[in-house]
């Protein structure tokens, strides 16, 4: 049970660390979903999509880290 403690600590570090918070994590992945979901040619410029598959990259890393 510490072990899932000290995992659940490192994440919400992770988090606060790189995106402010877990709440503003939520905030950025939700908007990353939508972009995702409206995506369409000129609608988004590449930029802003390198960042959300940066964003979903992080995510996924931090995942498996914790795993």
Known sequence: M????IKVNRLSEYMTDSYGSPEELS???NSC???LF???EGVFDRREI?????VLKDVI???K???
């Not at 510490?2 to 403690?5: E, G, P, T, V």
């Not at 390198?50 to 940066?54: A, E, M, T």
């Open 50 to 54: 390198q960042n959300v598959v940066s």
């Open 38 to 40: 409206y995506l369409e």
């Open 2 to 5: 510490q072990d899932h403690h």
């Open 27 to 29: 905030i950025i992945l």
């Open 65 to 67: 880290q914790q795993g």
């Open 61 to 63: 890393i931090l995942l």
């Open 33 to 35: 979903i939508e972009m």
